[in-house]
């Protein structure tokens, strides 16, 4: 837990600093993103599915919503709320699951831009994360596995990609938002090996919950 709450606050302060250094840096200043990795078939084929999910037996779903921030999502009625023992974003929930390694938090925090068209395209945002991947102590690979945008008030990015370190092999599921000048990201994470196989149902759940994801604008 303590890991996943350090990739969760990582990631999201990484886009904070960037997001608060778009008011003051014009576009030329930002940090030049990596290349763009190479989408396989069956990524691409999968970038719609990133928006729209699988449609779940409501039945089975519980619901996390915060009047106070403005977000809710759904997520399988068995996983737990894991608070946190220390603050360290204006609002954050932990959600895990039965299974071990799969997991999801959001964060919120404030930034000094108002959408996230203003802080770069889905591809732009894409690089930026993978490149701080690749910054971090032990990571062996990072592969960009597909990337969608929902148009709207607000927009959301998604990414999906995977990560090989020394501590395994994962696979991260961020959305991301900005609105009311605040920054939302949703992050989930599984072993890659529960993520890719479909008898499991951990990639319908993690997917179904990112698509749930929703911010008042």
């Given at each position: ?69 403005g ?38 925090d ?16 894409a ?19 597909a ?71």
């Amino acid at each position: 837990m303590q890991l996943f709450e350090s990739l969760t606050s990582r990631r999201s302060a990484m886009l904070l600093a960037v997001a608060a250094s778009t008011c003051r840096l014009p576009t030329t200043a930002w940090p030049v993103p990596c290349a763009s990795a190479q989408l396989s078939d069956s990524a691409t084929n999968s970038l719609s599915k990133l928006s729209t999910g699988v449609l779940a037996d409501a039945s089975q779903l519980a619901e996390l919503d915060d009047p106070a921030f403005g977000y809710r999502l759904s997520y399988p009625s068995g996983w737990e709320s894991k608070p946190k023992p220390v603050k360290t974003h204006a609002a954050e929930a932990i959600l895990q699951s039965p299974r071990r390694g799969v997991s999801l938090g959001v964060t919120v925090d404030p930034v000094k831009i108002d959408s996230l068209e203003q802080f770069g395209t889905p591809e732009q945002v894409a690089d930026r994360v993978l490149a701080v991947e690749e910054t971090r102590d032990g990571v062996l690979d990072v592969q960009l596995r597909a990337i969608s945008e929902e148009s709207g008030q607000p927009s959301y990015y998604t990414i999906e990609y995977f990560v090989e370190s020394t501590r395994g092999k994962k696979v991260y599921l961020c959305k991301y938002c900005i609105a009311r000048r605040r920054l939302y990201v949703l992050q989930a994470q599984a072993k890659v090996d529960d993520y890719d196989d479909k008898a499991s149902g951990v990639q319908e759940q993690l997917r179904n919950a990112v698509a749930s994801f929703r911010v008042a604008a």
